[in-house]
């Protein structure tokens, strides 16, 4: 049987669509504006297993009311570089956006900025705030705790997130580098989508719920598994740096406190906790030097000696840029189930567009 | 045949050799106490690898005038939060305890510290650094590049460092969480030690020089060979998210235009490039809380149920916690060929200090 080409959405239609449910479950223009935007860009960046996808769990958890439908962030400390604050459970996108651009903000007047944020929610692809500082010409940093899906080293208990970091860094010719990992050696998120699809994982990318490998992706983490840690105790060691960094500077919670998004949750808060950091490199050798040097840097290594079956070695982000460019031309291709419940979720919420209707065949 | 106990020297005794061995290479008193306490620390925290093990290298190259005897730290721009200094190739270890109480005084001031500084050289464990920090109740953290050990990803050249980060965080009433890691799955100094004790390492520690799995440690470091990165894509990439803060922010030396330690370099300057950050609690829940708070955040991990075969489950920085307890009651034992090494240093100097006569038996 062949195998049918998947339909298309354009990156527009995909942004309205995703606007128009977060407007109807009472979101504010401008954030619904934001979160739209951050969630079709992981889709159109080839990151679909926290794009569109999740919209459905969001927009269900604004209709609990898990989540504040208007963003409140407080901050309770604010001198020179550094920025403290709470989210009250707001949305994690928004937060993240907010608190992106008050570090660029701060590293603009100071050189650096570092603000740090409690009781926030999931907030998709870390690389894209990272990202608005590298826009500006600064070098842009985030992590952020996250949902238990892995036990501490030497442990079998399923407590520690896999706890992200990305850096985003400004060139002059090149797309920018982004570095944007968790610290397991995969993402709940792709166990989730190979569930969706009805595919096994490899060994060595989670341990089920009573400590042993396994390649079903349901046992490795829905069912209560644990992701498997990159370089053992080091990637574990990280994981710890990084709640550390985020829950335990701010008071938020940590390890089992943080809720699942697929967790019922009465209480409300998820309570993720971000750090973010912008850095000015006018302070150092200069931006214009600074992005010369990158563009050289990259080339220090892409012109390395290839191994064997490598036809071209990448910089970190640049996968996801080449999936941009192309996207933007050819649309984003939809998985048949995202289809479906993109549909549903449209006619649950009454829109007035159909999402079926912006799809096309390539 | 029965295994022989090792000989062991006391902790004061090894500093003070190395003390010795640097003032009569030249060095000032205050930057031999440094240098040296670093060393001996790194033996009594049991990471033999960067400790005494290279001490007759790092003399050779004081002798060869590769460093400079006397630290010579320049700050090019200092400004608020940040400065950017040039160290001219002075000691590493000095270079970088100067550095991080640079960065924990502007921590003191502004909340946060950051530090870069280029034209640096090897400067032993990295995690004796943030853990000045950590000592004066701040976080501290660090990263460098380092001499060529790596291929990109996807590459066969030996280009790029295992550029090491570290991190510290000050504690109540446990010891300080210590993680300190580089971006390969071993450290360069294991495949050394390895190769000086005879014994071969597992596959998928390093590639050879033509980029196939090996498990002779020459082949997989000092005879060209490069070191496996952790998590593949990820800790190659956090290699170079390394070097860019440090090499190209400062406009330093970067992949393999740094020097190994035991390349003959007539240039002289080896050409590391450190960044240093202190990052001060108040600014958030406030030292009391933040400490308080770590001994709780590390109670909620060392309850987690433990997989079969681990007794324990072990914060970052404990292990050496214990070594160092337990050596400074029992002494350091110190390898055969380091005793060797290190009488032949003392004699080569004209120490009064026999390195002999300074070892006893357990």
Redesign the interface.
Known sequence: MAKKNPLRVSFDDLRGFCKQAYMKAGVPDDEAQIVSDLLARSDLRGIETHGVTRLPIYIKRLQKGYVRKKCNLTFL?D????G?AEAHGSMGHVVAHWAMQKAIEKAEA???G?I?VKDSGHFGVAGLFPMMAAEKDL?GYICSNSAPMM???????R??GNNPLS?A?PTERYQP?V?D?SCS?VSSGKLILCRKKGEKIPLGWAYDKN?LPTDDPYEGYEGGGSLAP??G???S??V??H???TS????GK???NIKSLYEEDKTGVQGTCHTFMA???D???GRE??KK??DL?IE??KE?????S?D?????GEPEHRTETERLKTGIPMAENTVKELGALGESLGLTMDFASSLYSP
């Open positions: 400390k001198k020179g570089p550094i403290f100071y050189g650096i570092w740090s070098i036990a501490p080293f030497g442990g079998r208990d407590i520690i850096y860094f580098v570095l990992l050696v400590g990159i370089g105790h080091k990637g060691g990280m710890l740096a709640e550390i960094l335990v500077l701010t008071g940590w390890t089992k850095l000015e490199p302070c150092f050798v030097r600074f040097d990158m840097y220090s290594i390395s000696g290839k191994a064997e490598t071209e070695i990448l910089m970190p």
